[in-house]
């Protein structure tokens, strides 16, 4: 990672003095003029050599300790989430370090034409992504089956389907900027899917929709990495920690057992150890064994085909 504090720095010239308030204004007119609808137009931009990292859902929980802890090193960090005051308030805790700097984009994963607009602005604005954690996640509370505007059942479209769909539309732009990885943060929480009923229209239970989605996070991880293989951009999966005090606990009326800390030592291990291997599930910080339909060949072929169907031209 690159550690350097380099910042451009502006002129201190009289002139340059004089003519800064006009050209400001006029800076913030323009970027107030192009700013996409569901994106924030920040300034910021990365440095030269600096490395690009994206964590989503990261205005709070277990992904703004790894927005911050990414930040720490020196990265660029695109936060990502849907409310843009805690995405600002993020976004404001980096900055004030001075070692890294973000960006936030406030985008529904609940919204196919929000997530395709968010994935094209993200290989429009940046030229490099080193690191992408797909981290957002909706859990098992409350105990209601609710469907996307897509038609979708909720967990699974944002849970699995949007983070597929980005991870698809980005894989060029990490395969270019290798080495580099992708972090899928799934959970002990598994369940097998019924591909007679993907979108659980029977016998619906909030827990069994979060914990199908979760799964199908580990097969999208076993897949990527066979398709990856020789290309030098690391894929994993991970259980982070066990009830991490953070909202998603709280709102099932769970107690917290665990810390965000422990869940981002968990994630940070499988972005920055040299050792690590890919297509692997971990619990934790250990190596582990996911739910058996991970491993049935059939099972991911279906789910493959399944999650590209349901996103083509989406
Ligand atoms: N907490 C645990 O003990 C635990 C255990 C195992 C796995 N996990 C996994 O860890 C990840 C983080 O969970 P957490 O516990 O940190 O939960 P959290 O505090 O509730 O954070 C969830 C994040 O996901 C974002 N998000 C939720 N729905 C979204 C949507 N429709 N569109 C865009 N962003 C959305 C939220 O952003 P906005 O609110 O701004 O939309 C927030 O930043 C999840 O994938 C979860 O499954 C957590």
């Known amino acids: 990672m690159d550690l350097s504090p380099s910042r451009t720095d502006a002129s201190t010239s009289p002139s340059a003095r004089a003519l800064r308030p006009a050209f400001l204004l006029a800076a913030l007119a323009f970027a107030a003029a192009v700013s996409a609808p569901n994106v924030d137009a920040q300034a910021v931009t990365p440095r030269p050599g600096q490395q690009v990292v994206l964590v989503t859902g990261s205005t709070s929980g277990l992904g703004r300790e790894v927005a911050r802890r990414l930040a720490a090193t020196g990265a660029f960090v695109i936060v990502h989430g849907r409310n843009r005051e805690r995405g600002m308030k993020v976004v404001e805790a980096i900055e004030s370090e001075g070692i890294g700097n973000a960006r936030f984009y406030a985008v529904d994963l609940a919204s196919f034409e929000q997530v395709r607009e968010f994935g094209e602005t993200i290989l429009r604005d ?40 980005l991870t698809r539309m980005w894989l060029p732009r990490l395969r270019e900027s290798a080495p580099s990885r992708i972090v899928n943060v799934s959970s002990g929480a ?19 929709a979060y914990a199908q989605s979760k799964l199908a996070q580990i097969m999208f991880t076993i897949d990527l990495a066979e398709e990856l293989e020789g ?42 150890s040299s050792d690590i291997g ?3 599930y971990f619990n934790r910080l250990r190596p582990a064994r996911a739910n058996a339909q991970a491993y049935d060949e059939e099972a991911r072929n279906k789910l493959r085909e399944l999650s590209e169907e349901l996103t083509r031209g989406r």
């Open 278 to 280: 890919s297509g692997g």
């Open 126 to 165: 940046y030229d490099r992504l080193d690191v992408l954690v797909n981290n957002a996640g909706f859990g098992r509370a409350p105990d209601e089956r609710m469907v996307t505007e897509d038609g979708h059942e909720l967990r699974f479209q944002v849970n699995h389907l949007s983070h597929f769909l």
């Open 231 to 272: 290309a030098d951009v690391i894929v994993n999966s991970l259980h982070p920690a066990t009830y991490m005090d953070t909202g998603m606990v709280r709102r099932a009326g769970l107690t917290p057992r665990a810390t965000v800390g422990e869940g981002a030592d968990a994630v940070m291990q499988l972005i920055t």
């Open 190 to 208: 598994q369940q097998p899917i019924d591909f007679d009923d993907v979108m659980i229209e029977n016998d619906f239970s909030g827990g069994r």
